[in-house]
Structure formats: C-alpha cells, structure tokens
C-alpha cells in the first residue's frame, strides 16, 4: 500500500464514523468514493437533504485535489448542469492570474476530504453569484429568490429518492448524540458546530498551557 491508499484508508475510517456524510467505496477502490451528503443544519434550504456524489482521487493524492460530481446535479449557481462543481478548493494548487485566486484558496496538500466536503456544505446555502457556472441559476438566485428556493425544494425532495432503504437519516436532534454509557454527553446543534465538522484540539492545548504556566508560577511562589 502506497503513501496515498495509505492516507486515503485513514480518512475514510474517520469520515465512516460521521453522521453529516455517508460514503462507500466503490467496488473497494480507495481511490474512488460513493459520497452522500447529509445536510444536519436546520437553517438550511437543504435540511434533510440526501446528496449523493462520487469522489476520485488522484494517484499523487494529497499533492492533487480530487475530483467531485454530483450524481444528481443541483439547480445551483456554482454546481455544472452535469453534476461538477465550481469551487476553489478543488482547483489545482498554485496562484491563478486568471481567476483572481490566491494559492490559499485552491487545492493544497495540507487539505483533506473532510475540508472538502465542509467546503461544499457551505457553498449550498451561500452560493457564490459573481462568476456562475450555472448562470440560469445564478440570475434567478438574485432576481427571484422565491423561485429559486422552489428550484432547491424540488431537488432536496428528489435527492431524498437516494437514501437506502436500510439506512436511518440522521436529524439535527440525533446526530450529535453520544451514549451516556460511554461516559460522553449529549450535544446539541448549537453546541457542536465545530465539533460535528471534525472540531479542533486548540481549546484542549491552550488548557494545557494554562495549567503549566500556572505550576510555575506555584513553583516560583514557593522558592520565593
């Protein structure tokens, strides 16, 4: 197993564990995912929506990004009629004159598929109008708003026809759920947002540092 399968088996073993997306390989190539994602976010045009997609992946992955397509292409200012997306993080690593981007908004090796499929999350509901690749939807987005979340109700509905039939959806209220029996606690919505996204060690690591800090400061106090 080379440097990618190897990186590529360990994102997917963390990623099986989350219940905002569902993902198989297909046909047990790690190189090629059947992604789902599940958007938990009450607040979203898209809550309860079921969008299943299929992720490649270079050869060369991290140094490459992957590719994404929906299966079923959204009615979305920024996603193709065919399903591709138009989105920075998926462009290839580097400066583009171009395009206006900077290499901190495209592709790089320190990004994972996590980063990826939150990135796509987010796009949904804030769609970035300036330079569409659907511009039918662009136009609509911002001159009938109303129609255009007709346009997403309608897609939300026929995405739902991918859910599995032995597959339980999470909802904003069970997701983020742990069994007490573990020891864990119950988290809200409003209480995981960065937890439920992969969260972050940093508030862990600054408590650390605070304690150390504070031993010295004991430790001075008595050589005093």
Request: glycine share 4%; aromatic share 10%.
């Amino acid at each position: 197993m080379d440097a990618a399968q190897r990186l590529l088996a360990n994102e997917y073993k963390a990623l099986s564990k989350e219940t905002w997306t569902h993902i198989e390989l297909i046909n047990d190539n790690v190189f090629e995912w059947s992604v789902a994602l599940i958007v938990l976010n009450p607040d979203s045009l898209y809550y309860g929506g079921y969008f299943k997609a299929k992720m490649t992946f270079p050869r060369n992955y991290p140094y490459s990004p992957p590719d994404f397509k929906f299966l079923r292409p959204l009615y979305h200012p920024n996603i193709y009629p065919d399903g591709r997306l138009c989105i920075s993080i998926l462009h290839q690593p580097g400066e583009d004159e171009m395009s206006g981007e900077s290499a901190g908004e495209r592709w790089s090796p320190v990004q994972r598929v996590e980063t990826v499929l939150i990135s796509i999350l987010s796009l949904l509901d804030d769609a970035e109008v300036s330079s569409p690749a659907n511009v039918d939807a662009g136009v609509m987005l911002r001159n009938k708003p109303e129609m255009y979340k007709d346009m997403v109700k309608r897609d939300l509905e026929t995405s739902k026809q991918d859910i599995p039939a032995d597959y339980v959806m999470p909802t904003h209220e069970t997701a983020f759920q742990t069994k007490k029996d573990d020891g864990d606690f119950d988290m809200s919505w409003e209480d995981s947002d960065e937890e439920s996204f992969g969260g972050s060690d940093s508030d862990a690591e600054d408590e650390e540092m605070d304690s150390d800090f504070g031993e010295e400061d004991e430790e001075e106090e008595e050589e005093e």
